[in-house]
């Protein structure tokens, strides 16, 4: 039943908090903060509209929310100080993945993000055979972003347009990687290893994302930056014809 946390120990340089949704009051000191909340939490508008008030000097954030269906909105405030900022969140197909632009216009200071994709939900809205016009969001730059990684990659549109839009406004960007495996490549096989269990839903949304990888990505990808794809092997793949 928790429902606020107040603190205002001077020193602390750490903090993790893992439960429901609470709201933090004092201001914190702390140079990294953790945050996971389970159970139909609004954390990404949280953060961007009050949390930068308690941790002002934070560089390293983590906001994890399995259950997050409204898009984030776009405000005033910044993380001044934010350097790496690691975010996981649920595959929802309501989800508009461009709106996390807002998270890069409050953090000037960005060098790092690392956005982590629960598993598939089918019924999302894919850019494999969608003729429309990817969205731009012009007159924005993220200056100081140098890695973007995406941890269960897929070919929802909103996410392709998140990719696309980086690749466009991040002059310093010098890695992307895009992981359609959820973070499982050591399951990729060898002679002495047994394949993952996919179910063959994802391995053909994998297949999507690599083919909206191609399509919509590659060609943007400037010679400065280093690209990698995880991809299934291909005994996993051969699972699906």
């Not at 004092?26 to 308690?54: E, F, Q």
């Not at 216009?105 to 019924?123: C, H, K, V, W, Y």
Request: proline residues 5%.
């Amino acid at each position: 039943m928790l429902k606020v946390v107040e603190c205002y120990a001077p020193n602390i340089s750490n903090f993790d908090f893992s439960g429901r949704a609470v709201q933090m009051l004092g201001s914190l000191p702390v140079k990294s903060l953790s945050m996971s909340c389970l159970h139909r939490s609004r954390i990404l508008c949280y953060a961007l509209t009050k949390l930068m008030s308690v941790v002002p000097n934070v560089e390293k954030l983590g906001i994890s929310s399995l259950t997050e269906i409204v898009s984030t909105p776009t405000v005033p405030g910044k993380f001044l100080r934010l350097k790496h900022l690691d975010m996981s969140l649920p595959k929802n197909k309501t989800f508009d993945y461009l709106s996390l632009v807002s998270f890069l216009d409050a953090s000037p200071s960005l060098e790092t993000f690392i956005l982590n994709i629960a598993r598939i939900d089918l019924g999302h809205v894919s850019v494999v055979g969608d003729s429309a016009q990817l969205r731009q969001m012009p007159e924005r730059r993220h200056d100081n972003l140098k890695e973007f990684s995406i941890i269960g990659f897929y070919s929802a549109k909103s996410l392709v347009e998140l990719t696309s839009h980086i690749l466009e406004t991040a002059p310093s960007l010098q890695c992307l990687e895009l992981d359609t495996t959820y973070g499982l490549a050591f399951a990729r096989c060898d002679v002495s290893r047994e394949c993952y269990p996919y179910r063959p839903d994802e391995i053909m949304e994998a297949r999507n994302a690599v083919l909206a990888i191609k399509t919509h990505i590659m060609g943007k990808v400037p010679p400065t930056v280093k690209l990698n794809v995880v991809q299934h092997c291909s005994r996993c793949l051969a699972l699906v014809q």
